[in-house]
């Protein structure tokens, strides 16, 4: 029994220790720990309040010699005042500090004799406010010291003998007279009480005196049992002690009722004052209700009271400090009385008792001494012999293999914890062979035995610490992983290498071993980047989702996890690859980690830098154990999978990417133009680092603005701003036209033309991506910026100085191909408008040819256009007459009708010029009838029979108007 008191004693001490830990809940069971203590050891008394099943010092037994009521009362007292230095200290968090009023208050109102100390907590808690609480805190701390206090204002001795302060204090906190009204106890009923309670005390002591009176000479024994019986008959209402909060106040009330010292007081504390009010301060203050009162200057001595009892300072501290030494009793009650009487009037030293009195001591069940007559000590040295080293081994061996069979022994006798207790404990401290044995026996059935590991490995991990007792023994040095690291490291690579095990359970196993192991070695995360390589897709998927949890679960590896993931991005497995580098994302958007991420990719992507591939790259862990010295395309991809994965996210980095692509070789700037696209995408045209790329273009890196641009539209219109950007950088820094070709649609019709005669000069796939943007024919299905007879009739109107005709050609020609854009209606159009136009231009005929060839139905319009040529003198221009002739000779014979509209001389010139028409014209005249023959001129007829002029012709340049016969005769 003493050795289980003594266990009792030693675990209350170690509890009431932890009220320094680290952990908050844990201080606070600790708190609730203590008021628990000081209940049970201390006195019941008459004004407690009643509570069932309230167990204290009055229950304890009287001949119990082995827990002393003093003792256990002192200690209470002790645990009392380190709760009230608790409640007062400066750093208590806001839910410790009310758990610790409540307990004090539950103290006050079941042991009043302690009352004077609580309140006086609690004016020093309201005074005195931790100054790390928060604004919100500071409020919620308050409310509940009102409530508190208006709990304890509902006790007999609170209202009795405290009600001034609390009151006072109450009003301080907000509370309103009626609020503190329907807290106070009702006197009378406190008076009724109080009479029937001293009745009842009167009556029982009557009946205690007549049961108690001897029958028999009283033996006189003046045991330690009187002293506790004296205890127990203490009087029931201890009277209340003044604290030295309460001398204190009496102290200062006297000075401060001369209105010279309050002034002075005032004065020189006012050079104190900060400048600026303090937030603390201000979340605390209540006005003053009744200024200049003496229930107001009572009040305020006994806050000053409170903060200097705070400081240690004040006569209350002196008075009380010499009131607890002057109180102060032996410790050990047994030294008070040395001598004990007997029956016949003798005394014995009480020494000789315990001198002969045997010390208790613990001994196994089922064990006792045995009292028999004394013989020859045994001693087993001198009838045995030390067993060799092979027969200890052997002993060891078969012992741990019978434990291991007794396992369905165990579990039916609901013992298995206690058993693998044992075996792990066997294991981790005998040899290597009991190791080999138990990895053996959990491997037979891993699904089953999975516990008996993890029991094993945390024996090991206990070791390590310096957990366990017998490290020392064994010569276990603290710190040396080196035995639970061969543990970890056999079971991964047993669960990771057995082919008997499912996919499913291999999986589950190993997410267990290393989320659930006490601490992880490099060997270890060694083994789990080998196993998300040798398990092809599945493995890859399941080891880096693993990998993903430890960043996560495991603080102290998190950046060892994180680097082994990071290199999987760049791993040869596209299995592997992929699944890395969606764990990367899911990490980076979570947002701790992005700082890492970021230079980690940005690290690789200044690879591309380098004349060679840097080694890193290689090796088994990187799926290419054979090293290439040049850079090579898929090379190239391996440094930009991650920074392409992360660059949507991190926008920052494409100032990053123009850098390298400036400084890089051609072959690394066409992987990285075609490599671009998903990102870009995914970035948008809106993005600000985006347009800051555009406007401040790095030089070199043109090409890649243009391709950045040119992703960006091919599907959506650009956006203004982007629009702005592009002709700020055209206007001011790069002149190549090539740039505005993905915001053409953005671009104004003056731009555009202004622009055309450049861009019809580059490549014929890109003038063909040039029209296909203008006219909207692209796969962006946004409308386009010209329509297709304002882009030919553009074309038209090109000066030849600013672009050659040939060009013009060329360009009109790629129109032409796209018959579904350029359909009969549109090119009538286009016809239209050009000889409506003041000036005729010089590909008109050249373009009425292609137009006719292209759709013969237009032969009318045609008739008509070269009619129209005809009324404006056509033949003033040598090509445009060229034109004219050429077109006449594919279009005839409906042309036949036209050139006999022509006058003489041009007549006669358009047959010299195209011989082979004389025939086919006179023949067309020959076959009129006479009343249209007649109609024909006969300067006609005479350059159709090609006779010579009678006089001189006329100048070809002068103007000539077709005569009304001739008219007549070709319709």
Request: charged share 25%.
């Amino acid at each position: 029994m003493e050795a289980a008191w003594g266990l009792m004693c030693n675990m209350k001490e170690i509890i009431v220790e932890l009220l320094d830990s680290d952990n908050d809940g844990m201080r606070t069971m600790t708190v609730k720990f203590m008021e628990m203590v000081v209940l049970i050891q201390t006195h019941r008394e008459a004004e407690s309040v009643t509570k069932e099943a309230d167990f204290c010092l009055d229950d304890l037994p009287l001949g119990m010699k082995l827990a002393r009521p003093r003792k256990l009362e002192e200690e209470a007292r002790r645990i009392f005042d380190e709760l009230v230095k608790y409640h007062g200290s400066a750093h208590i968090s806001s839910a410790n500090l009310m758990t610790c009023m409540g307990s004090l208050t539950n103290i006050a109102k079941l042991r009043p004799t302690f009352m004077a100390k609580v309140i006086t907590a609690l004016e020093m808690l309201q005074a005195n406010l931790p100054p790390t609480l928060a604004k919100s805190q500071v409020s919620s701390v308050r409310k509940h010291l009102k409530n508190q206090l208006l709990a304890l204002l509902r006790h007999p001795t609170a209202a009795e003998h405290f009600f001034t302060n609390m009151t006072t204090l109450l009003t301080d906190l907000g509370a309103g007279r009626d609020e503190v009204m329907r807290a106070m106890p009702n006197y009378e009923e406190m008076k009724r009480k109080a009479r029937k309670k001293e009745r009842e005390a009167v009556k029982a002591k009557q009946v205690e005196t007549e049961s108690t009176e001897p029958k028999r000479p009283e033996i006189d024994i003046p045991d330690d049992e009187e002293e506790e019986e004296d205890e127990v008959s203490k009087p029931e209402k201890t009277a209340i002690l003044e604290s030295a909060v309460d001398i204190t106040e009496k102290f200062i009330l006297t000075r401060l009722s001369d209105p010279w010292f309050a002034t002075e007081l005032v004065l020189v504390s006012m050079s104190m004052l900060p400048s600026v009010m303090p937030p603390h301060f201000n979340n605390t203050y209540t006005p003053i209700a009744a200024a200049g009162t003496e229930g107001q200057v009572k009040h305020v001595s006994r806050l000053l009271a409170t903060q200097l009892t705070s400081a240690g300072l004040g006569p209350g501290v002196r008075m009380v400090e010499e009131r607890r030494q002057s109180t102060v009793e032996p410790e050990d009650e047994e030294e008070t009385a040395t001598r004990i009487s007997t029956v016949v009037g003798m005394t014995t030293e009480r020494d000789a008792d315990s001198r002969e009195k045997p010390v208790v001591k613990l001994t196994p069940a089922g064990l006792s001494a045995r009292k028999g007559r004394a013989g020859k000590t045994l001693k087993l040295s001198e009838i045995t012999k030390p067993l060799s080293d092979g027969a200890k081994k052997t002993m060891i061996l078969n012992a741990v293999q019978r434990i291991l069979k007794a396992e369905k022994s165990a579990m039916i006798g609901g013992i298995p914890g206690v058993r693998n207790k044992i075996i792990t404990t066997l294991a981790a401290t005998f040899s290597a062979d009991i190791k080999g044995i138990l990895l053996d026996f959990i491997f037979s059935d891993l699904t089953n035995r999975a516990d008996l590991a993890f029991s094993w490995l945390f024996e090991e991990y206990c070791f390590y610490q310096g957990f366990n007792r017998t490290a020392t023994l064994i010569k276990r040095r603290t710190g040396d992983d080196s035995a639970y690291n061969e543990i970890l490291c056999s079971l991964i690579k047993g669960v990771s290498l057995r082919p008997d095990l499912v996919q499913a359970d291999r999986d589950a196993i190993m997410r267990r071993l290393y989320l659930e192991s006490p601490i992880i070695t490099d060997e270890a995360i060694s083994l789990l980047k080998q196993f998300c390589q040798g398990e092809g897709g599945a493995g890859a998927l399941t080891g880096v989702n693993l990998m993903k949890d430890l960043v996560m679960k495991r603080p102290t590896k998190q950046l060892n996890f994180l680097n082994s993931i990071l290199e999987f991005c760049s791993h040869e497995d596209t299995a592997v690859r992929d699944t890395a580098l969606g764990t990367v994302t899911q990490l980076y958007d979570r947002g701790e980690l992005t700082n890492i991420i970021e230079e980690y990719s940005v690290m690789y992507l200044r690879f591309l830098l380098l004349a060679r591939p840097p080694d890193m790259l290689f090796g088994d862990d990187r799926g290419r154990p054979m090293v290439v010295a040049t850079w090579t395309e898929e090379m190239i991809k391996v440094c930009l999978h991650l920074y392409l994965a992360i660059l949507p996210r991190s926008q920052k980095l494409l100032s990053h990417l123009a850098e390298v692509y400036t400084a890089t070789t051609g072959d690394i700037k066409r992987t990285i133009l075609r490599i671009l696209e998903p990102p870009i995408r995914e970035i948008g045209m809106e993005s600000p680092e985006l347009l800051n790329l555009v406007e401040n273009c790095p030089k070199g890196s043109e090409t890649l603005v243009t391709r950045i641009i040119h992703i960006l539209t091919e599907r959506t219109a650009p956006s203004p701003e982007l629009v702005n950007k592009v002709r700020d950088l055209y206007a001011k820094r790069v002149a190549d036209v090539r740039f505005l070709i993905p915001v053409l649609n953005g671009l104004t019709r003056q731009e555009v033309n202004a622009a055309l005669p450049k861009l019809i000069k580059l490549n014929p796939v890109v003038v063909k991506e040039v029209f296909n943007r203008l006219l909207g024919t692209s796969s962006s299905g946004h409308t386009g910026a010209m329509t297709p007879a304002d882009l030919m009739i553009a074309l038209h109107n090109i000066d030849p100085v600013k672009c050659d005709m040939k060009t013009v050609i060329k360009a009109t020609g790629l129109c032409f191909q796209e018959r579904n854009v350029y359909t009969m209606e549109v090119l009538t159009i286009v016809l239209q408008q050009l000889m409506e136009q003041k000036e005729i231009p010089l590909l008109l005929m050249r373009t009425v040819i292609q137009s006719v060839a292209l759709y013969p139905n237009l032969i009318g319009f045609t008739m008509n256009i070269l009619q129209r040529l005809i009324v404006k003198q056509v033949w003033k221009q040598k090509m445009l007459w060229e034109g004219f002739i050429k077109c006449c000779e594919r279009t005839k014979p409906q042309s036949f009708r036209v050139l006999l509209q022509l006058p003489p001389p041009q007549l006669r010139l358009l047959l010299d010029a195209a011989n082979d028409m004389r025939e086919p014209l006179l023949e067309h005249v020959q076959g009129f009838t006479e009343s249209q023959r007649q109609h024909v001129p006969s300067s006609i007829m005479e350059v159709l029979y090609n006779v010579a002029p009678a006089e001189p012709q006329p100048d070809p340049e002068i103007a000539a108007e077709p005569t009304e016969e001739a008219q007549q005769a070709s319709t």
